[in-house]
C-alpha cells in the first residue's frame, strides 16, 4: 500500500524558512516523480514544485520560483521541500504526491494527508 | 504563467447530469486529469489522459476534451459527489503542472 507522510508544518514569520518532508513506503520511491501541491484552506490547489526520479530534474511554479528547493533522498526514501523567504500567502497545507508514471511525467495518483504551513508575526 | 479557468460552482439535482467545464490553451496537445475532492480529504482522482477511468471510480464518471476545453461529466449525480472538482494539466513543455481554480459541485 502506498503510503506518504509530510511533516514539518510549523507556524513561522515572514521572511522565515522552513524545510517540509515527506516519508514514503509501500513503492519503489527512486522510480517515481514526486509532487509538492499546496492548497489554501477553503480554496483551489495551486501546484508547487516536482523532481523526477533521480533527482536531476526539478521545476517551479512562478510563484515560488527561487525561493523553494525541492530534493529527495532515494536511500531514504524522503521527498523534502525547503522553503525560505516565506510570505503570509505561502500559508497553505502541503501535500506530498506520488508521479503516476515510472521514470516520466503525468499526474498525481496518490497524496498524502498533508502538512499545514502557517505564516504569521 | 499558464492558467486553466473553471466555473467557481455547478449544481445540480439528484439524478441530473452535471457538467464541469476546464478550458486552457494548451489542452489541444496536453491531457486534462480530474480530481474530486471532500472537505478534509486529500484530492481523488476521478478521470486520466481526458477521458479514461480509475479503477473504482464509477461509470457515471466520465471525460471529454475538445479544442482548449475539456470537460468532466456526472450523469446521474448522486448527493455523494458534492465536493470541489479540480482540473489539472500541464504548461506546453509538459514539465510544469497548473490545476484549474476548482468548481464546487452541488447536488440537491
Known amino acids: 500500500e502506498v503510503q506518504l507522510e509530510e511533516s514539518g508544518g510549523v507556524v513561522v514569520q515572514p521572511g522565515g524558512s522552513l524545510r517540509l518532508s515527506c516519508a514514503a513506503s509501500g513503492f519503489t520511491f527512486h522510480d517515481y516523480t514526486m509532487h509538492w501541491v499546496r492548497q489554501v484552506p477553503g480554496k483551489g490547489l495551486e501546484w508547487v514544485s516536482l523532481?523526477?526520479?533521480?533527482?536531476?530534474?526539478?521545476y517551479y511554479a512562478d510563484s515560488v520560483k527561487g525561493r523553494f528547493t525541492i530534493s529527495r533522498d532515494n536511500s531514504k526514501n524522503s521527498l523534502y521541500l525547503q522553503m525560505s523567504s516565506l510570505r503570509t500567502e505561502d500559508t497553505a497545507l502541503y501535500y506530498c504526491a506520488k508521479d503516476r508514471t515510472p521514470q516520466g511525467y503525468s499526474y498525481a495518483d496518490y497524496w498524502g494527508q498533508g502538512t499545514l504551513v502557517t505564516v504569521s508575526s | 504563467s499558464y492558467e486553466l479557468t473553471q466555473p467557481p460552482s455547478v449544481s445540480v439535482s439528484p439524478g441530473q447530469t452535471a457538467r464541469i467545464t476546464c478550458s486552457g490553451d494548451?489542452?489541444?496537445?496536453?491531457?486534462a486529469y480530474w480530481y474530486h475532492q471532500k472537505s478534509g480529504q486529500a484530492p481523488v482522482l476521478v478521470i486520466y489522459e481526458d477521458s479514461r477511468r480509475p479503477s473504482g471510480i464509477p461509470e457515471r464518471f466520465s471525460g471529454s476534451s475538445s479544442g482548449t476545453m475539456a470537460t468532466l461529466t456526472i450523469s446521474g449525480a448522486r448527493v455523494e459527489d458534492e465536493g470541489d472538482y479540480h482540473c489539472y494539466s500541464t504548461d506546453s513543455s509538459g514539465k510544469r503542472g497548473v490545476f484549474g481554480g476548482g468548481t464546487k459541485l452541488t447536488v440537491l
Open positions: 523532481i523526477n526520479w533521480d533527482g536531476i530534474s526539478t
Open positions: 494548451a489542452l489541444p496537445t496536453k491531457f
